[in-house]
């Protein structure tokens, strides 16, 4: 500790657990642009990860609660938020939009898989048998019925668009609204957690995409992935120019609590904040994808610029989450002391349980693409990338 600090600020309260918990919820949210990117924009060279990035989406989802779950003393008690409505509880908020932006993750996958469900229910085994459930036993299929769960399907990403944005956004909320905290109120808040989410959203999916291909051997689609390349270089420009947006126009400003906020960043925060997340993995990556959609590299050396600037991506939002969370708690009220904050490893809400946490939902993809196939049959038997025509609407899904 340093300075003046009140005795119920000498330890922090929001820890790793609510660290991850946005950093998962804008996976989510950057992954279902991705999907839409495909099923309601046309964009026909995402196709190869179209699928996948929604059934990311939907897993990634699943476990979006789970740190604040971790963080409850009583997690049991969540469900009083969905037993006992407040309307004028933000966090009650919360499980509202989640609870909805669940169902219609869940609804349009059914859709999307319709066809393959069909085919594995026709088979044997166990995943016969969970095909069958997931169906209702409807096994009819048509022309008709594709062409109508294609309309469904557009309806659903355009529907979905706004309820992720909405999702991840409502975290920003959350921590923008809290008026006490100076480096946490400021409208730019909630506009930063959503483009900083798309942002990891898609370096995760050019990460695992990669990394999957490389183990299996296939054919990594350079049209693919040169696209979700300049995509993340587009939002990953947006999202870091609002982040020195928002300290630029707080030390514009020079109120009062512009003081203590500096001292924060020049001293506690100087090495996260300064130093690895604007100019190690804000700086290197930017330049790493500008080069990649500038210049024409072999598809070796840019698949390599590719996935290193992933990497980096997902850890410079890591990065952002960590300031944003542990930064805000770090000032005291008094605005005249700072407490500190180092995570454990194997406590509760340590380290090794953020891990777990985080790695859990990639396993439970392997599962899902065992159940139906995540990637197209052409990027699985490593064809080449080639141009594709437009796919008729009943084909599309």
């Known amino acids: 500790m340093e300075g003046f600090v009140f005795p119920n600020e000498q330890s922090v309260v929001w820890t790793v657990m609510i660290v991850l918990y946005p950093y998962i919820t804008g996976l989510v949210a950057g992954a279902f642009v991705v999907s839409s990117l495909y099923h309601l ?13 929604l059934g990311a989406a939907f897993v990634f989802l699943l476990f979006a609660p789970l740190p604040l779950l971790v963080h409850l003393g009583h997690p049991e008690r969540a469900f009083n938020i969905m037993i006992t409505p407040n309307f ?15 169902l219609l993750v869940a609804i349009e996958i059914w859709f999307i898989f319709r066809d393959e469900m069909i085919r594995r229910a026709g088979g044997g085994g166990f995943w016969r048998l969970v095909a069958r459930v997931a169906l209702l036993n409807d096994l009819r299929a048509s022309e ?46 909630f506009v930063i957690f959503i483009f900083s989410a798309i942002v990891s959203g898609i370096a995760v999916l050019i990460f695992h995409y990669m990394l999957i291909a ?32 928002e300290v630029v126009s707080i030390a514009y400003k020079q109120s009062e609590e512009w003081e ?13 904040y300064i130093v690895l997340q604007f100019l190690v993995f ?42 944003v969370v ?35 939902p990639f396993g439970l993809l392997y599962l899902f693409h065992r159940f139906v196939p995540l990637f197209p049959p052409e990027a699985m ?3 080449k990338s080639v141009e594709r025509p437009v796919v008729p609407s009943t084909e599309l899904h």
């Not at 000032?331 to 490893?345: A, D, I, L, N, Q």
């Open 88 to 102: 004028s509880s933000a966090m009650a908020g919360f499980g509202y939009i989640y609870t909805a932006y669940l």
């Open 381 to 383: 038997r490593g064809a």
């Open 214 to 245: 490389r183990l299996n051997g296939w054919k990594i689609d350079q049209a693919c992935v040169r696209s979700l390349g300049r995509f993340l270089w587009g939002f990953m420009i947006i999202a870091v120019s609002l982040e020195v947006l």
């Open 41 to 53: 924009f046309g964009r026909e060279e995402i196709r190869p990860v179209a699928r996948f990035s």
């Open 260 to 272: 203590i906020l500096a001292r924060l960043i020049e001293d506690r925060l100087f090495f996260s």
């Open 282 to 323: 804000s700086l290197v990556p930017f330049l790493l994808l500008g080069l990649n959609a500038l210049f024409r590299f072999r598809d070796a050396v840019s698949n390599t610029i590719l996935w290193i600037a992933s990497v980096m991506l997902l850890i410079q939002v890591l990065l952002m989450r960590w300031n």
């Open 144 to 189: 008709a019925s594709r062409a109508t769960d294609h309309r469904i399907i557009r309806f659903l990403a355009g529907l979905g668009i706004p309820m992720a944005c909405l999702l991840h956004g409502y975290v920003g909320f959350l921590f923008g609204s809290i008026k006490a905290n100076p480096w946490w109120s400021t409208p730019l808040m």
């Open 326 to 360: 542990i930064g805000g708690q770090l000032v005291s009220k008094s605005y005249r002391g700072f407490t500190s904050y180092m995570p454990g490893v194997f406590e509760r809400e340590g380290l090794a349980v953020a891990v777990v946490i985080f790695t859990i």
